[in-house]
């Protein structure tokens, strides 16, 4: 038996309501560029639209003019979506709140998770979605992963409750020393103030 080893995420496709309040969510209040176009091509009822959420990677959306929006909370059944999450840039972040409120939407204030801040709101039919900001740039030549599983490796080692800034620094520190070579012998911390 062998593994199917994925490489990321292709797209996720969701099902709307209207094609207009797709449109109006996606890029209208998240910015994420219409890209693409055209009919379901196993429901010839259903619009089939596409957005770039930024990294060129896509979020579909099935649309079908008789469908209404319904904005109550979406089931939390086993095997449901909870939430999505898109990261965005400290800067974004920091405007979420003012650009949300102009807008008339709940939103939760934001929120401390250790290696990033979030703040959660829901879209016109009911999916929690959240704006993520990391906390720390992962070295050249690494991913946020590869900065996350060492620094979760460091926090256990210390007992600690959950990641926090010192585990992602202490984390960033290691990969670089490990991948970046040096001409010194001994790349211990030094003070040469003493």
């Not at 797209?11 to 309501?17: D, E, P, S, V, Y």
């Not at 801040?117 to 993520?132: H, K, Q, V």
């Not at 992962?138 to 460091?154: K, L, N, S």
């Not at 007992?159 to 984390?171: C, K, S, T």
Request: glycine share 8%; net charge negative.
């Amino acid at each position: 038996m062998r593994k199917i080893q994925t490489q990321g995420v292709h797209h996720i496709t969701l099902n709307g309501a209207d094609r207009q309040t797709s449109i109006d969510f996606w890029e209208g209040v998240l910015g994420m560029p219409f890209i693409f176009d055209q009919p379901n091509l196993d429901n010839p009822n259903e619009g089939h639209l596409y957005f770039d959420p930024g990294d060129g990677r896509l979020i579909t959306i099935f649309t079908d003019e008789t469908r209404k929006v319904d904005s109550s909370a979406n089931p939390r059944d086993p095997g449901t979506v909870h939430h999505i999450a898109f990261n965005v840039s400290h800067a974004s972040l920091m405007q979420a709140i003012e650009r949300l409120d102009d807008r008339g939407v709940a939103h939760t204030k934001i929120k401390d998770r250790g290696f990033m801040d979030s703040i959660y709101f829901r879209d016109p039919l009911g999916l929690t979605i959240e704006l993520a900001s990391y906390r720390f740039e992962p070295p050249v030549g690494c991913t946020h992963a590869d900065v996350m599983i060492r620094a979760h490796r460091m926090r256990v080692a210390a007992g600690d409750y959950n990641i926090q800034e010192v585990h992602l620094a202490d984390a960033i520190e290691a990969l670089v020393e490990e991948r970046q070579g040096s001409l010194s012998k001994d790349r211990s911390a030094k003070n040469p103030y003493a």
